[in-house]
């Protein structure tokens, strides 16, 4: 951890796919420099909540983004026009 210089890096970047561990870094990462942005990944909403009430700054959820670009390649919205709309899904009639 030390080697990594954290006291003097501006961001963070995690991709440790365990959102306990990954938390152990959060929290190393802040004590040693509380400016420091940090960006971490999830997988799912509670490791979304518990990564960022330990200070994360950006959480990722993969699962989301792909969800997003299939909704995305299917009605060819951009991801921006997806947060404003509210789309609904029908099955297909028999």
Do not use: C, W, Y
Request: hydrophobic fraction near 50%; charge should be negative.
């Amino acid at each position: 951890f030390a080697a990594t210089n954290p006291e003097g890096a501006k961001r963070l970047i995690l991709a440790i796919p365990n959102a306990f561990e990954a938390g152990q870094v959060v929290l190393r990462a802040r004590a040693a420099n509380p400016g420091i942005s940090v960006i971490a990944r999830a997988h799912s909403d509670a490791e979304v909540e518990h990564l960022k009430a330990l200070g994360a700054d950006t959480v990722i959820m993969g699962e989301r983004e792909i969800a997003r670009g299939i909704v995305e390649a299917v009605t060819g919205m951009s991801p921006a026009r997806l947060d404003d709309a509210a789309v609904e899904i029908r099955p297909r009639p028999a």
